[in-house]
């Protein structure tokens, strides 16, 4: 979601995507997924928060940039929202669900050279 201003983003029936550029992109919106498995993709280098997650619900998989760097944080928020996977997206993430407490998640990072 690259424009300004708050929206309400809802899936469909099949596996959705939503893209954002930032987590304040995120905090700003309304994001529900619909049934099957709903995906949150970040178009940049991005910090986010479990507070920025507050308005996301029915999405169970967010995806870090494709670019080093990003810093995503997970808790009671990510939780309730049904996040089940935290994939980064290239070495040098941060990537947390230390704040989530009940229940299991998938992180999976990766590993650059040099």
Do not use: C, H, K, P
Request: charged fraction near 5%; proline fraction near 0%.
């Amino acid at each position: 979601m690259a424009g300004g201003g708050a929206a309400r983003l809802t899936g469909n029936d099949g596996n959705d995507s939503f893209l954002f550029s930032s987590g304040t992109r995120i905090a700003n919106n309304t994001v529900v997924g619909g049934s099957g498995t709903d995906t949150l993709v970040l178009t940049a280098t991005s910090t986010v928060t479990d507070g920025q997650l507050a308005n996301v619900s029915g999405v169970e998989v967010i995806q870090a940039s494709s670019l080093a760097g990003n810093s995503i944080t997970l808790g009671t928020n990510a939780q309730a929202g049904g996040v089940l996977s935290l994939f980064g997206g290239a070495s040098s993430d941060v990537l947390s669900a230390a704040g989530m407490v009940t229940g299991n998640i998938w992180i999976q990072g990766y590993f650059g050279s040099g």
